[in-house]
């Protein structure tokens, strides 16, 4: 065995999620203003010299691809081939962020991957150019590569990180379900078609220059709250309708759906008054965790 490197992968939420547009391609064209959060995925990733180019990746969650299929198994093969470097790797992956829930760990995985090898390898390759291999791999995957709060815009493409962004906190719930983003998606596209989906008004989206109102506290944060996947989301679970109503009667300033679901999440006063949150929802069998955002991710370059 050879060197070895750990390092975390956070999850995100998506404080604003717009639809603004679709591309011939099929692709949905999003703004989104997201940021990483403290619930992390480990990453442990060790040099084997004597495997040139193998690859071994092992994960403690069942049900979980262990292999091609897993994005940090796709994230290192395409880091190799595009560094055309010749050494093997073995991976353990520590799963903590829930599958299927909009918080972006497969994604995130994927990222502190690539990030990961490039000090690892010392390849020393800039973070534009790891996170274009990233979006080859997922929409998410170069907003965690900046790692910062970020305005994210087009299909994932464009990212511009926020200069500061307070520390909120969050209690994050998870349904016992995942969604598929490709069916809510679809969802929307055929509410959008029969008229009767939450159309994104380009006018009245959240600017780079109106966001220091919210950083400095002279409007609320709650303002900023608004997913226009999760109508679509709730009318397939309408357990998220019931979800989000529990975090407001639980005292949450507010609450939406992060991505294309099926985790909420709501903003709290205070850590100490989300983790009293938290703890009184586990208590009804709902996944949940309290949580604060972070203005720079562990795992980026």
């Avoid at 009184?280 to 980026?300: C, D, F, H, Q, Y």
Wanted: aromatic letters at 6%.
């Amino acid at each position: 065995m050879g060197t070895t490197l750990s390092v975390l992968a956070p999850a995100k939420v998506n404080l604003s999620l717009h639809v603004v547009g679709r591309r011939a391609d099929g692709y949905h064209q999003l703004r989104s203003l997201m940021v990483p959060v403290g619930l992390c995925d480990e990453i442990r990733l060790t040099v084997v010299s004597d495997r040139p180019g193998r690859i071994d990746l092992a994960c403690d969650t069942p049900g979980i691809p262990a292999g091609e299929d897993n994005l940090v198994h796709r994230a290192a093969r395409l880091f190799l081939e595009r560094t055309e470097t010749r050494s093997g790797l073995a991976i353990e992956l520590r799963k903590r962020i829930p599958a299927g829930s909009g918080l972006g760990g497969g994604s995130s995985d994927a990222a502190a991957t690539l990030v990961a090898l490039d000090r690892l390898l010392g390849t020393a390759r800039p973070a534009s150019e790891i996170a274009a291999w990233g979006l080859e791999l997922g929409a998410d995957v170069p907003f965690f590569i900046y790692g910062r709060p970020a305005w994210v815009e087009g299909i994932g493409e464009v990212v511009t990180p926020l200069a500061e962004w307070p520390t909120v906190a969050l209690v994050i719930a998870c349904p016992t379900f995942g969604l598929s983003t490709a069916e809510i998606y679809r969802g929307y596209d055929a509410a959008q078609a029969a008229g009767v989906g939450p159309g994104a008004s380009l006018t009245n989206l959240p600017s780079l220059t109106s966001i220091a109102k919210f950083t400095s506290g002279e409007r609320p944060l709650r303002e900023l709250l608004v997913n226009d996947l999760e109508a679509v989301a709730a009318e397939v679970h309408p357990e998220l309708r019931f979800l989000k109503g529990l975090l407001m009667q639980l005292g949450a300033e507010g609450a939406v759906m992060t991505g294309s679901g099926s985790a909420m999440f709501g903003i709290w006063p205070t850590r100490a008054a989300a983790e009293v949150a938290a703890g009184k929802t586990r208590g009804r069998g709902i996944w949940a965790v309290a949580v604060e955002t972070l203005n720079v991710s562990p795992a980026a370059g």
